[in-house]
C-alpha cells in the first residue's frame, strides 16, 4: 500500500507529507525550547544575583560562525540535489557534518575547562574564581584551599582569546584559604548555581539536538544515499526536510549566544 | 444497503482475500497499521484505566475506614510492596500518597488520554477521511512504543525502594524535588525519577503521534473532503493533536529540568534557605517553584482538554447518527472547538489563584476562564437542540452518548466557581475541586469511551456487542458514578481538604459529612462491579457477538463505514470520494432516511433515488 503525497506535493496545500510533518515538529520545539527560555526569563528576573562573562566568548563566537557555516553548506548540498550532482551533494553534506563535529569538539572542550574552574565563596560573601592549585582529592581533604585566582580582565575578550592559546600567567599566584573561611566551594558545575545549571541544561539539549541532526544528516550521507538511484527526488525531500531541522537547531544557538554568553 | 457503491466493500470482499501473508509479530506487535495501532493503543490504556481503578477503589477503602486493614487485598499489598509500605494490610500514608499520584497520573496521561486522542483517533481519522493509512506508518508505530515503554516505567516504579511517586499526577515542587532521595535510595531508581522518565517517554510518544495525525489530517484527505465537511470527529482530533503539539513540550523541558535537580543537584524549582528533614538543604537556591507550576499548568489545563475534546466528538458522531438528522449546527460546533482550543491555552494560571500572583495577573485568567465556558455552552447547546423533534434511536452507544452530556454539564458549570478568585479561595483544594474535574474526566470522559467503543466495534470486529450486557453496564455505570462524585462537590462545600489521608475523620468541622465517605466507597466498588458486564460483553461479542450483514450496520453517513468490515489493509478497496457534508440524513427527496458522503450524484439521480438534490 502506498501513502500518497510522499514524493510530489498535495496540489492544494502544496506540500508532500514529510514538509508538513517537520513543520509541526518544528513548532513543537519551539515550544520546547520557549519553555527554557522562560524558565531562563523567569529565574533571572527573580535572581538577586546573576554572573556575567564567566564563559568564552571567542570560543562562542567561533562556534556561531560554525553552524551558519553549516547551514549555508546544508542548503548547497540540498540544491546540488535538486540539480542532480550527486558528487557535490555528498561535499557539501560532508563539510556540513565536518562542521557539526567541529562544533560539538569545542563545546566539550568548553564543558571540560568548567569543570576544572573553581568557585569559592567565603563566609563574608566574597566570591573568588579561579583554577586550584593542588590536586582535586587533596582539595576534600585539606584544611586549607589553594588556589590560583582568574586575573582581574579574565572577561576581556582580548584575554578569552589568548587562553584559548595558551596559559596566561597571571593565574600563577597562588591563594591559600582555610577552610573555616569558606561557606561553599565547588568547580563550575551545574550545581554551582542558577545561572550555570541553565547554561548546561539548555546548551546540553541543544548539543543533543545537534547530536542527533549529525546522526541523520551521516545517514542520508552514507546509507540513505542509496536511495539516489531508485528515486532522487525522495531522497532530495528527504534531505530538505533533515536541512530545515539543522537550520532550526542552528537558529537556536543564534539565541542561546547572547543569551548565556553576552547578556 | 443496494446500492452500487457499498459493494465497495462486500461483493468484492473476494478480491482482498488474496493479501500477502505479513509475519505474526509485524501484524500483532511492530505493525504499522493504524487500525491494529488504535487497538493497541486501546487496549493497553484500557488495561491501565483498570489498575488505576483499582488504585482507587483501595483508597477509598481507606478513606472510609482510615487506619483499619483492607480486606482481601491489604495482606497482597503487604506481600508485594513489603511491609513498610502496608503493615498488617494497613494502607500507610506514604502508600496512600503513591497511590494517588499514579492514579491520577495513570489515568490522565496514560489512559484516558491514550485511549481517545491516540485509540480512537488512529482507528477512526484515516477512515473517516479516506486515507489508505496515517501519513507516516513507522512513525505511528514508533509512538505507540514510547507510551508502552513509559507504562512499563510507571508500573515498575511501583517495586523500587520507596515506591512509586508520591507528589500528585502534578509533581509540585520543592516536594518532588527532594522526595524519594534519603539514604536507601537509588539516585536513578525511585519513584519520583521513574515518573519523570515515563513522562518523558510518555511526552515524545504523544509528540510523534500528534505530528502525525495532523499531518494526516492536512495532506490525506480524500476528493472532495473539504474542511468544513469534515466529521466533528477529525475536527476534535485536530484541535486535540494542535495541544498536544504545543502544550507538552513546555512541560517535557520542566522535567528535565526537575531531572536536574534530582540528578545533578541545581535548584530550578527550589529556593535558597530551604530546610528539608530539619536540615538546610545541600543545594545553591535561586529556583522558584512557582516556575514549575507554570510550565505544569501550561501543559496541566490544556491536558484536561485534551481529554474532553475527543469525547466532544464522539458524542458529536453518535447524535447525529442516532437522531437521524444533521447535527443542529455544524459550524457552531466546530467553531467551538476551535475557540475552546485557543483559549484553553491561555487560562493555565487559574489553577494557581492562591500562589499570590497579584491582582492585574489574576484578572487577566479570570476574564479567559469565564470566557472559555462560552464555546463550552455552546457546544453543548449544538448537542441539546440537535435532540430537538429527532426521533431518537436508544441504542447503548445512544444512551451512553447522551448520559455525556449531562455529566459534562455539571463538570462545567461547576468549574466556575474556582474560576473566580472570590470563590475559589473557599473551595481551593478541598474536595469540590475534585468532584468538579472528576465530572469532567471520569462520568464524561469514560461515558464518552464506552459510548465510542459500543459504536465503532462492529467495524472493527464485524461484531455488535450485546445490546443487553450493554444496558446492564449503562445503568449502574450513570448511577454510581453520581454517588461517587457528587458528594464531594458536598463535602467540599463543608471545607474537607483534597489530600486528607483520614478522609476528614481528624477534622472537628467535617464530622457532619463523613458519613458521605460511605456513600462514595461504596459506590465506588459498585461501579467496580458495574464494568463486570462491560468487561464479559467486550471478549464474548469478539468471538461470539452477534455478526455485522452489512458494512454500514447503524446506516451512517461518513466515510468510515464505506469500508470492507472490518478494514483490511489500506482500508478501501476502490478510491473513495465525497460529495456532499458528513450529516446529511432525513434528506427530503431520497427514499432512504440518510445519504452517505461517498454516494456520486449522477448515479443516484440515474437509478432515480433522488427526486431533488440537497444543495
Ligand atoms: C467551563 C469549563 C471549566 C472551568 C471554568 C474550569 C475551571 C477550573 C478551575 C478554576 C480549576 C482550579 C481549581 C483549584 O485548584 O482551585 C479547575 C480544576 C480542574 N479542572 Fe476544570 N474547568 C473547566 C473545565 C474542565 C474540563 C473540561 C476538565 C477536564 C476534562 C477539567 C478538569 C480539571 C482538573 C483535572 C482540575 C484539577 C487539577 C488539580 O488541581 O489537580 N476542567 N477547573
Ligand atoms: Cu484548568
Known amino acids: 500500500m502506498e501513502i500518497p503525497y510522499t514524493v510530489t506535493a498535495r496540489p492544494d496545500t502544496g506540500l508532500y507529507n514529510a514538509k508538513v510533518g517537520i513543520w509541526l515538529f518544528l513548532a513543537s520545539e519551539v515550544m520546547l525550547f520557549g519553555g527554557l527560555f522562560s524558565a531562563y526569563i523567569f529565574l533571572r528576573l527573580g535572581a538577586s544575583h546573576w554572573p556575567h562573562h564567566i564563559l568564552n566568548v571567542p570560543m562562542g563566537l567561533f562556534n556561531t560562525m560554525v553552524l551558519i557555516s553549516s547551514s549555508i553548506t546544508m542548503v548547497l548540498a540540498w540544491s546540488s540535489l535538486k540539480m542532480r550532482d550527486f558528487a557535490k551533494y555528498r561535499q557539501w553534506l560532508g563539510i556540513t557534518l565536518f562542521c557539526g563535529v567541529l562544533f560539538l569538539s569545542v563545546k566539550s572542550v568548553e564543558y571540560k575547562d568548567k569543570f576544572h574552574h573553581y568557585g569559592v565563596i567565603l563566609k563574608n560573601g566574597q566570591e573568588i574564581t579561579g583554577h586550584l592549585a593542588m590536586s582535586e582529592e587533596e582539595a576534600m581533604r585539606s584544611d586549607v584551599l589553594k588556589i590560583k585566582p582568574d586575573p582581574e580582565n579574565a572577561g576581556d575578550f582580548v584575554y578569552q582569546l589568548k587562553s584559548i592559546f595558551s596559559k596566561p600567567e597571571a593565574e600563577e599566584k597562588v591563594l591559600e584559604i582555610p577552610k573555616n573561611e569558606i561557606r561553599w566551594w565547588s568547580n563550575f558545575v551545574p550545581k554551582y548555581n542558577t545561572y550555570l545549571a541553565t547554561y548546561f541544561t539548555m546548551t546540553g539539549i541543544h548539543a543533543l539536538h545537534i547530536l542527533g541532526g549529525l546522526l541523520v544528516l551521516g545517514y542520508f550521507w552514507g546509507p540513505g544515499a542509496s536511495l539516489y538511484k531508485r528515486n532522487p527526488e525522495h531522497l532530495a525531500n528527504r534531505v530538505e526536510v533533515a536541512g530545515l531541522f539543522w537550520h532550526f537547531v542552528d537558529l537556536v544557538w543564534i539565541f542561546l549566544f547572547p543569551t548565556l554568553y553576552l547578556f | ?615
Open chain 2, 1 to 615: 444497503m443496494d446500492s452500487e457503491m457499498s459493494m465497495t466493500s462486500h461483493a468484492a470482499h473476494g478480491l482482498h482475500e488474496k493479501h500477502e501473508e505479513i509475519p505474526w509479530i509485524r501484524k500483532y506487535v511492530f505493525s504499522t497499521d493504524h487500525k491494529m495501532i488504535g487497538y493497541q493503543y486501546m487496549v493497553t490504556s484500557l488495561f491501565v484505566a483498570l489498575f488505576a481503578f483499582f488504585l482507587m477503589v483501595l483508597m477509598r477503602w481507606q478513606l472510609s475506614f482510615p487506619g483499619k486493614p483492607i480486606p482481601v487485598f491489604g495482606p497482597i499489598l503487604e506481600k508485594l510492596l513489603g511491609s513498610s509500605m502496608a503493615p498488617g494490610g494497613v494502607m500507610t500514608p506514604q502508600l496512600y500518597n503513591s497511590f494517588g499520584a499514579m492514579h491520577g497520573t495513570m489515568m490522565i496521561f496514560m489512559a484516558l488520554v491514550p485511549a481517545l486522542f491516540a485509540g480512537f483517533g488512529n482507528f477512526v481519522v484515516p477512515l473517516q477521511i479516506g486515507a489508505p493509512d496515517m501519513a507516516f506508518p513507522r512513525l505511528n508505530m514508533a509512538s505507540f512504543w514510547l507510551f508502552f515503554v513509559g507504562v512499563v516505567i510507571m508500573m515498575v516504579s511501583f517495586f523500587v525502594p520507596g515506591g512509586a511517586a508520591k507528589s500528585g499526577w502534578t509533581s509540585y515542587t520543592p516536594l518532588a524535588d527532594f522526595a524519594d532521595m534519603g539514604p536507601g535510595f537509588h539516585p536513578l531508581f525511585n519513584g519520583q525519577t521513574l515518573w519523570l522518565i515515563g513522562m518523558a517517554f510518555n511526552i515524545t510518544g504523544s509528540l510523534l503521534g500528534s505530528v502525525n495525525i495532523i499531518t494526516t489530517i492536512i495532506q490525506l484527505r480524500t476528493k472532495g473532503l473539504s474542511w468544513m465537511r469534515l466529521p466533528v470527529f477529525v475536527w476534535s482530533e485536530l484541535v486535540t493533536a494542535f495541544l498536544l503539539l504545543l502544550a507538552f513540550p513546555p512541560l517535557e523541558s520542566a522535567a528535565i529540568m526537575q531531572l536536574m535537580d534530582r540528578l545533578f543537584g541545581t535548584s530550578f524549582f527550589s529556593p535558597e534557605g530551604l530546610i528539608v528533614n530539619g536540615k538546610h538543604a545541600d543545594i545553591s537556591g535561586g529556583g522558584s517553584s512557582i516556575l514549575w507550576q507554570h510550565l505544569f499548568w501550561f501543559l496541566g489545563h490544556p491536558e484536561v482538554y485534551v481529554q474532553i475534546l475527543p469525547t466532544m466528538g464522539i458524542v458529536g458522531e453518535i447524535f447525529a447518527n442516532n437522531t437521524r438528522k444533521p447535527l443542529w449546527s455544524y459550524k457552531v460546533f466546530v467553531y467551538s472547538l476551535l475557540a475552546i482550543g485557543f483559549l484553553s491555552m491561555i487560562v493555565w494560571a487559574h489553577h494557581m489563584y492562591m500562589t499570590g500572583m497579584g491582582q492585574a495577573v489574576t484578572s487577566f485568567f479570570q476574564i479567559f476562564t469565564t470566557i472559555i465556558s462560552i464555546p463550552s455552552v455552546l457546544l453543548g447547546t449544538v448537542l441539546l437542540l440537535s435532540l430537538w423533534g429527532a426521533s431518537i434511536r436508544f441504542n447503548v452507544p445512544m444512551l451512553f452518548a447522551l448520559a455525556w452530556l449531562p455529566m459534562f454539564g455539571i463538570g462545567g458549570l461547576t468549574g466556575l466557581p474556582l474560576g473566580w478568585t472570590a470563590s475559589d479561595v473557599v473551595l481551593h483544594d478541598t474536595y469540590y475541586v475534585i468532584g468538579h474535574f472528576h465530572y469532567m474526566m471520569a462520568p464524561a470522559s469514560l461515558l464518552a469511551l464506552f459510548a465510542g467503543i459500543y459504536y465503532w466495534f462492529p467495524k472493527a470486529t464485524g461484531r455488535y456487542m450485546n445490546e443487553f450486557l450493554g444496558k446492564l453496564h449503562f445503568w449502574p455505570t450513570v448511577i454510581f458514578f453520581n454517588g461517587i462524585f457528587f458528594p464531594m462537590l458536598v463535602q467540599g462545600f463543608a471545607g474537607v481538604h483534597r489530600r486528607w489521608y483520614d478522609g476528614g475523620a481528624g477534622w472537628q468541622m467535617a464530622q457532619n459529612v463523613l458519613w458521605l465517605n460511605q456513600v462514595m466507597s461504596v459506590s465506588a466498588w459498585a461501579l467496580a462491579i458495574a464494568q463486570i458486564p462491560f468487561i464479559i460483553n467486550f471478549f464474548w461479542s469478539l468471538w461470539a457477538g452477534k455478526k455485522v450483514t452489512d458494512d454500514n450496520p447503524w446506516q451512517a453517513t461518513t466515510l468510515e463505514w464505506a469500508t470492507p468490515t472490518p478494514p483490511g489493509h489500506g482500508n478501501f478497496l476502490h478510491p473513495v470520494a465525497v460529495y456532499r457534508d458528513p450529516y446529511e440524513y432525513s434528506v427530503p427527496g431520497y427514499k432512504q432516511d440518510y445519504l452517505p458522503q461517498w454516494e456520486p450524484e449522477e448515479r443516484l439521480r440515474k437509478e432515480g433515488n433522488l427526486s431533488q438534490i440537497p444543495s
